[in-house]
């Protein structure tokens, strides 16, 4: 066949039909045929190559000398047939010249659109040379012929007839066979999408907004008579973003808006610091209701640490008993006195006694490391 002709087949059409042109064109010489075929009649595994279309080798006019000399070098012609083309006067001089050469047998229609022999100019798809020259075959490969249910099969049906029309082998020894390839191809092609689908719906879920309410709980002994919590500034890091807000009381909580939800179950840093109550600085697990242990710094209003100062001599007085809060305690020998109050009796003022007389009865704390308690 390569030495007979160059061209495998003539694609005769309308300008109109452009696009099924092109198509054809791809199908026919992509097409690959089984292996046991090639073997056994010695073609390569794309034997329907070159198929010669206008717009990609000629430019389209006329039934040119070139275009006469295109045809006798093609062992096929392939007429697209559509009203367009039933109503086209260049298509009806080709499959005239081609019918001119003696090779009759080898003009295939493949119909894209219109009706076979309806009679109708709006409608039918085979131009009146056609039936003006008797050609014996004018069914063709119909792409619309409704033998599945779905539209995509019958085409690719179409295709495959034509296939076999051109390569003279039985439909069914290559249609069953191309038929499994498209169900495992389309199955392929199924599976692909659900699992970008998948992965598109999984990355949207994952970054989903949700909201995060975060409450502190008192660790410590709860003591009435100090300051409550006020005022707590949380900060929760997320990669490399950081999210603020502050806590008003131990009964209210924040809520952290448009956190993506994949950070939910990971391990985030939080840091939280309110007055009278301990850092905190570590790494938790995100929830979508968290609470955390806050402790008091025991140290704020039970550290107690002052002079007794003589303010006559202007001197400290050591080894003075001294009662805070009916503690007894006695200073140092320069006069310090030291002393830790249990955060379940500690208090924001601490009454004073001793067998001297003192000039304030009273202890105000916190207090500065230099607190003095004057002894008249």
């Known amino acids: 066949m390569e030495q007979e002709f160059k061209y495998f087949a003539f694609i005769s059409y309308n300008s109109k039909d452009t696009e099924w042109g092109k198509r054809l064109q791809k199908k026919l010489e992509g097409y690959k045929m089984p292996s046991t075929l090639c073997s056994e009649r010695g073609w390569d595994r794309k034997p329907i190559k070159p198929v010669f279309f206008a717009p990609s ?54 119909i894209v659109n219109g009706i076979p022999n309806s009679g109708n100019p709006n409608t039918e798809c085979f131009n009146p040379v056609v039936k003006k020259l008797g050609l014996p075959e004018i069914l063709g490969a119909n792409i619309h012929e409704k033998i599945y249910r779905w539209p995509w099969l019958n085409k690719e049906r179409a295709y495959v007839q034509t296939i076999s029309k051109l390569l003279e082998v039985e439909f069914d020894s290559i ?125 704020i209003y039970g550290d107690i640490h002052f002079t007794l100062w003589n303010i006559d001599k202007e001197a400290p007085m050591p080894n003075t008993t001294i009662s805070v809060k009916g503690i007894k305690t006695v200073s140092d020998s320069k006069g310090r006195v030291k002393m830790f109050i249990p955060i379940e009796s500690q208090d924001t003022v601490y009454n004073l006694r001793s067998s001297i007389k003192l000039a304030d009865e009273f202890l105000y704390v916190p207090h500065t490391e230099d607190a003095i308690v004057i002894v008249q």
């Open 57 to 110: 080798d000629i430019q389209p006019g006329g039934l040119t000398a070139e275009l006469q000399e295109r045809l006798k070098a093609s062992r096929n012609l392939i007429v697209i047939c559509s009203p367009n083309s039933a109503q086209s006067e260049w298509v009806g001089k080709e499959i005239e010249f081609f019918h001119s050469l003696g090779r009759t047998k080898h003009i295939h229609f493949f």
């Open 175 to 299: 249609w069953q066979r191309h038929k499994r390839q498209l169900i495992q191809k389309t199955i392929a092609w199924i599976i692909g999408v659900i699992i970008v689908l998948a992965a598109v719906i999984g990355a949207w879920n994952r970054n989903l907004p949700i909201d995060t309410e975060i409450r502190l709980v008192e660790a410590t002994p709860h003591n009435p008579k100090l300051p409550p919590l006020k005022d707590a500034i949380v900060s929760i890091t997320l990669e490399n973003e950081m999210k603020q807000g502050t806590i008003k009381s131990m009964d209210r909580g924040i809520i952290f808006t448009n956190i993506p939800k994949r950070f939910l179950g990971r391990e985030v840093k939080i840091s939280v610091t309110c007055k009278d109550f301990l850092p905190i600085d570590t790494t938790l697990t995100l929830n979508e209701k968290m609470t955390i242990d806050i402790r008091r710094d025991e140290n």
